[in-house]
């Protein structure tokens, strides 16, 4: 089974109420690039949204994500 790319893997979204009614906040990190770049050139996978250039925040005021990801049923795998 392979994660699932609507929640990545997490298997709960965010009800979107709290973010402008957006399920996905662009990633900090590496502010939607999805790698980190380093001063010698090279390249790294960005650890905070694995990639995803978005990221699923961690906690929301209104429903604590606790809304199962319609996409894997809650499970975080398809």
Same mark, same amino acid.
């Given at each position: 089974?392979?994660?699932?790319? @609507?929640?990545?893997?997490? /298997?709960?979204?965010?009800?979107?109420? +709290?973010?402008?009614?957006?399920?996905?906040?662009? +990633?900090?990190? #590496?502010? /939607?690039?999805?790698?980190?770049?380093h001063? &010698? /050139?090279?390249?790294?996978?960005? @650890?905070?949204?694995?990639?995803? @250039?978005?990221?699923?925040?961690?906690? #929301?005021?209104? +429903? &604590?994500?606790?809304?199962? +990801?319609?996409?894997?049923?809650?499970?975080?795998?398809?």
């Amino acid at each position: 089974m392979a994660e699932c790319p @609507k929640c990545n893997g997490s /298997g709960r979204q965010s009800c979107g109420v +709290c973010w402008g009614g957006q399920r996905q906040i662009l +990633c900090m990190g #590496c502010s /939607g690039r999805g790698y980190i770049k380093h001063e &010698d /050139g090279t390249k790294e996978t960005c @650890k905070r949204c694995n990639g995803a @250039k978005f990221y699923i925040p961690l906690s #929301c005021p209104k +429903c &604590d994500n606790s809304i199962p +990801c319609p996409h894997c049923n809650g499970t975080g795998k398809i």
